[in-house]
């Protein structure tokens, strides 16, 4: 057996704060639909957190893994990028509250030691849940998206369920601009569904390589607070309850005991993929905001990033981002940072023969999307303008996708996984 322990801290935010996810929406909070959380499972002397925020600062999640308990490189920390959290991500402009923010900080540390101090003899098993059919592609109609649906159970040593970890790739966008109460959106969904079939566990959700990938709309269907009566509560519990219930039917089988944990660090370059210069994009946008209202509450946001970066002609620079790899047992647990592509994602699913794997993203930091090669000649809002909102100088480069799966690959090959034999049934 092994030891493991889970822990769960609230972090919804008070009324009043304001929220993070889409650029037209200024409104604060007015209330909570439901709790926000920050999840914890440490097994042996690593742990996987996930958050119920957009996405984490680099800086804060090194905090978090340097504070907490646990070694720093044995920690990954999760965003579930729920659309409807406070403002978390000093790069967007605007909104930071710095007391929700130590809160948060703190509600990490404390969710992993306590999740460490909660140990107790304890046994793993894996299975895939079947395809719940939940995700479409969002840039291409019929496209390919992440079916897979991991799901792995801790039981203690009396055999009963201490703790469900599952993953699906589906945007957790699931509620549009015009709603103004803190929520998990589907996810919250989820894990009710599978925390009512196990009472007394506790069921944490890790978003997959979901940047191409929601529930039918395009991303340009949030660029306004229009209401829709398909991003509503009770479409979100729909769902959410199909997936949560699809988790459940996964088989379980054993894995083993070994325990281990590797990361890296990844230079990623930009591409300014703006034809014009930004002083003149600036001037055009305000014109623009000035004679379309609907779009002004956008248009600004575009104004002040041009402004921002404006005075770097040649855009030069890099980002780097951390790649960490878990194997609990001979199941591999995936961490890549950003908005990922379903096709980045199956590419290391392929690489592990698709055996069984947790292979997510939002992992340590959200620096906006990073589009396969493959992506680039489509344009869309995820190449060309998402960076925009989330306050980075331009897009990632060709090829920054490739470089983080091939990183993640060859920790895989590094940690010499020895993956069970289990079918997707």
């Given at each position: 057996?092994?030891k493991?322990g889970?822990?769960?801290v ?12 889409f650029a037209?929406?200024?409104?604060p909070a007015?209330?909570a ?6 999840r ?5 002397d ?6 119920d925020?957009?996405g984490f600062?680099?800086?804060m999640?090194?905090?978090v893994?340097?504070r907490?308990t646990?070694?720093a ?12 959290g406070p403002c978390?991500?000093?790069r967007i402009?605007g909104?930071?509250d710095?007391?929700y923010?130590?809160?948060l900080?703190?509600a990490c540390?404390e969710a992993i ?5 909660s140990q ?6 894996i299975?895939?849940?079947p ?5 479409r592609?969002r ?21 009963a369920v ?16 015009d ?5 998990a ?9 599978i925390?009512?079939?196990y009472?007394?566990a506790?069921?944490?959700f890790l978003?997959g390589c979901?940047g191409?990938a929601n529930t ?7 660029q306004t ?5 398909d991003?509503t509560f009770a ?15 996964a ?13 890296c660090?990844?230079?990623l ?11 003149e994009?600036a ?12 779009k002004?509450?956008?248009?600004e946001h ?5 402004e921002k970066?404006a005075a770097i ?6 980002w780097t ?6 194997d609990?047992?001979g199941i ?5 940072p950003?908005?990922?592509f379903?096709?980045t994602?199956?590419?290391?699913r392929a ?5 069984p794997a ?8 959200l620096?906006?999307y990073?589009?396969p090669?493959d992506?680039?000649?489509y ?5 060309e ?8 100088p ?6 920054s ?5 091939q ?10 996984s020895n993956?069970p ?5």
């Open positions: 057996m092994i493991a889970v822990s769960l609230d972090i919804t935010p008070p009324a009043g704060l304001k929220m993070s996810g037209a929406r200024t409104e007015t209330g639909h439901d709790a926000l959380t920050v914890a499972l440490a097994v042996e690593t742990a996987i957190l996930v958050a925020v957009l600062d680099e800086a999640s090194e905090r893994r340097q907490c646990l070694p490189n044995r920690v990954i920390l999760a965003a579930l990028h729920n659309h409807g978390v991500l000093p402009a909104g930071i710095p007391t923010m130590q809160r900080e703190d540390v030691d306590r999740a460490v101090a107790q003899r304890a046994t793993l098993s299975g895939m849940g395809d719940p059919d939940v995700a592609n840039r291409h109609a019929g496209g390919i998206v992440d079916p897979a649906l991991p799901v792995l159970r801790v039981r203690n040593e009396a055999g201490i703790a469900v970890l599952t993953s699906y790739a589906c945007h957790p966008v699931v509620l549009s601009a709603n103004l109460l803190w929520t959106d589907y996810p919250h969904y989820v894990r009710t569904t925390e009512q079939a009472p007394g506790m069921a944490i978003t979901t191409d039918g709309h395009s991303a340009y269907a949030s607070l229009s209401h829709s009566a991003r479409i979100a519990e729909k769902l959410g309850q199909k997936i949560g219930n699809a988790a459940i039917a088989p379980e089988l054993p894995v083993g005991e070994d325990i281990a944990a590797t990361d660090w990844v230079e370059g930009f591409e300014r993929r703006e034809s014009r210069p930004l002083p994009l001037a055009a946008w305000r014109a623009e905001a000035a004679a379309h209202p609907k002004r509450l956008l248009l575009w104004n002040r990033w041009a970066w002609e040649t855009l030069g620079g890099s981002g951390r790649v960490s790899v878990l609990w047992g591999p647990l995936v961490g890549l950003g908005e990922i379903a096709q994602g199956l590419s290391v690489a592990l023969k698709q055996a947790f292979v997510f993203s939002y992992a340590d930091s620096p906006g990073i589009p090669v992506e680039f000649q344009g869309g809002y995820e190449v303008e998402a960076h925009r909102y989330i306050g980075m331009a897009t990632f480069a060709p090829g996708a490739e470089a983080l799966a990183a993640a690959i060859s920790l895989l090959e590094s940690v010499h993956l034999a289990v079918g997707d049934s």
